[in-house]
């Protein structure tokens, strides 16, 4: 018995199968848009190992009483304005490091066409793990650092989805050391469709990217920003929603099966403290950060002591978790899957005419009206 005998619809990419093979037989592959794994029919001992560990066949949500939540925001309104919405995961992440800790977190591939999951103790990598991939995050390595940092008695923070976070916990165990602030998740999209968006940005502009983010601030938190800067000294920002990479992850067309049938959504949560965007904020209090507010939610006692720690950094206010579920569905419940017909001939105007008109076809925007438009007035 392996992975393979799953059903690859209940696969979430999480790689942890790759990583506890005995033998190297797992690799993880690029199929249908997404990592799955391949298992090596020659290596493969039919040990068992990757199927018991595989959170889908195993994970065991544990129950959490303390469910303190907060609007929350860096006092630092320079890191409040460099992360997705209040920093504080930066907030988390430092103490750690002040705690002699590592952090495992998410950032971009070089060529910025990906991201992946690093762990480190640095503070110039936890500034580049700061804002959202809105892609999926690679795991490759990470487990096995992660295990060995902890070995070592360094306390290790991980953040991420839900879903990679069980996979740490079912990779290590309990350990007292290890701490998870995990994302309230609207599910990532395929990385094909960023490396495709990034491809047309650097033809259009004949040059490298050097420095991308997805979640650019201009004068306020919202609307988000894509901001890539280039070899020649260029720096184009679009609005996310208008942008073709946007208008795909937007759509929720391209995603995982895996997150449409999300197994580590609603309660008890996943993680010692849940970070997210305040949503609906402004309609439950005038003290907010305009710039960006997290929603924090603490779950455990450990969850507890971290937020006692970033304390004194920021500015926050006590909410109720009724409010959250009411403006972010995402906490509660996963995306609608999107009718069949129009994922194939998505997939078809994707793979045939690139990336432009897929996005033209599944989320049409203003400016493709107007060209439209400006054909036939001509
Ligand atoms: C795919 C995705 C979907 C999300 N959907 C929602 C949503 O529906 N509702 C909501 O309220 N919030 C959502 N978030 C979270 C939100 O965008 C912010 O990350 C969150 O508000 C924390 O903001 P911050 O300012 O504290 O930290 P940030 O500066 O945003 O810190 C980013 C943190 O997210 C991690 N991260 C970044 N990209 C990825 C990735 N691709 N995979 C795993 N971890 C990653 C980094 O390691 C870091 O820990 C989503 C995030 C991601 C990555």
């Known amino acids: 018995m392996n992975v393979s005998t799953l059903n690859g619809e209940n696969c979430s990419g999480c790689g942890l199968c790759a990583a506890v093979c005995p033998k190297n037989a797992v690799r993880m592959e690029n199929k249908n848009f997404f990592l799955y794994p391949e298992i090596d029919a020659?290596?493969?001992?039919?040990?068992?190992?990757?199927?018991d560990k595989c959170p889908h066949n195993s994970f065991k949500r544990q129950e959490n009483s303390e469910k303190e939540v907060y609007s929350a925001w860096l006092k630092d309104e320079n890191?409040?304005?460099q992360s997705s919405s209040g920093g504080l995961f930066f907030a988390f992440a430092k103490s750690i490091l002040e705690k002699g800790g590592k952090v495992c977190g998410s950032v971009y591939d070089d060529d910025f066409c990906g991201a992946k999951h690093i762990l480190?103790?640095?503070?110039?990598?936890?500034?580049k793990?700061?804002?959202s991939k809105y892609v999926q995050s690679k795991t490759e390595g990470v487990f096995g650092e992660i295990k060995k940092a902890l070995c070592e008695n360094k306390p290790v923070l991980f953040t991420g989805t839900p879903c990679q976070a069980a996979a740490v916990k079912n990779f290590?165990?309990?350990?007292?050391?290890?701490y998870f602030v995990t994302l309230i998740c609207h599910g990532p999209t395929s990385d094909k469709a960023l490396k495709a968006y990034v491809s047309d940005l650097e033809k259009r502009e004949n040059s490298k990217i050097t420095g991308f983010n997805m979640r650019k601030k201009l004068k306020k938190w919202l609307p988000m920003y894509i901001e890539a800067s280039f070899e020649n000294g260029n720096v184009k920002t679009e609005p996310l929603h208008l942008s073709t990479f946007g208008r795909i992850f937007?759509?929720?067309?391209?995603?995982?099966?895996?997150?449409?049938?999300?197994?580590?959504?609603?309660?008890?949560?996943?993680?010692?403290?849940?970070?997210?965007?305040?949503?609906g904020i402004e309609n439950i209090t005038e003290n907010y950060n305009k710039m960006g507010t997290s929603c924090v939610i603490v779950c455990t006692e450990k969850g507890k002591k971290l937020f006692e720690s970033v304390s004194e950094q920021i500015d926050f206010q006590k909410q109720e978790i009724d409010a959250v579920i009411k403006y972010?569905?995402?906490?509660?419940?996963?995306?609608?899957?999107?009718?069949?017909k129009i994922y194939e001939k998505f997939v078809s105007v994707f793979e045939n005419e690139g990336v432009s008109a897929a996005a033209d076809f599944i989320k049409p925007n203003k400016s493709f009206f107007?060209?439209?438009?400006?054909k036939i007035f001509k």
């Open 370 to 374: 107007q060209k439209v438009l400006g």
């Open 250 to 279: 937007q759509s929720n067309i391209l995603m995982r099966d895996s997150c449409y049938e999300c197994g580590y959504k609603d309660f008890p949560l996943i993680g010692d403290v849940i970070i997210g965007d305040y949503k």
């Open 129 to 131: 793990m700061r804002t």
């Open 79 to 81: 890191l409040v304005s």
């Open 328 to 340: 972010n569905q995402r906490l509660t419940k996963p995306v609608s899957k999107p009718d069949q």
């Open 172 to 178: 290590v165990g309990e350990n007292e050391n290890l």
């Open 42 to 51: 020659e290596k493969c001992i039919d040990c068992g190992i990757c199927f």
């Open 120 to 127: 480190s103790g640095d503070i110039s990598d936890i500034m």
